[in-house]
Nanobody
Framework: QVQLVESGGGSVQAGGSLRLSCAAS??????????MGWFRQAPGKEREFVATINWSGSYINYADSVKGRFTISRDNAKNTMYLQMNSLKPEDTAVYYC???????????????????WGQGTQVTVSS
């Protein structure tokens, strides 16, 4: 099995920054094969794609709403993925989830169903 644990959420004012971390563990987790991603879900809304990164970091993509403000990265030696969030806006308020896929494809990176492991989520609140 694979366990994903997010951390780094909190409350900030608009324009502030936060750095989320996602620590992966488990007998079947392999940093060198699994693609990963960040999703978020605001109250009353569907879970939406935020950013994705393949196992080597050679493929990265972002939702249009966060391009230029968020940066995804990973450290395979530490089995950890990160999301640096700058210039935060109130509309970024949501529960942020990390996800991992054992069958990652570039064509499916934005769809939640493409990921078979999920963390419990961490709350990010941005006030105006």
């Amino acid at each position: 099995q694979v366990q994903l644990v997010e951390s780094g959420g909190g409350s900030v004012q608009a324009g502030g920054s936060l750095r989320l971390s996602c620590a992966a563990s488990g007998r079947t987790f392999n940093s060198y094969t699994m693609g990963m991603g960040w999703f978020r879900q605001a109250p009353g809304k569907e879970r939406e794609f935020v950013a994705t990164i393949n196992w080597s970091g050679s493929y990265i993509n972002y939702a249009d709403s966060v391009k230029g403000r968020f940066t995804i990265s990973r450290d395979n030696a530490k089995n950890t993925m990160y999301l640096q969030m700058n210039s935060l806006k109130p509309e970024d308020t949501a529960v942020y989830y990390c996800a991992a896929s054992s069958s990652y494809t570039i064509s499916g990176y934005a769809r939640p169903v493409s990921y078979n492991y999920w963390g419990q989520g961490t709350q990010v609140t941005v006030s105006s």
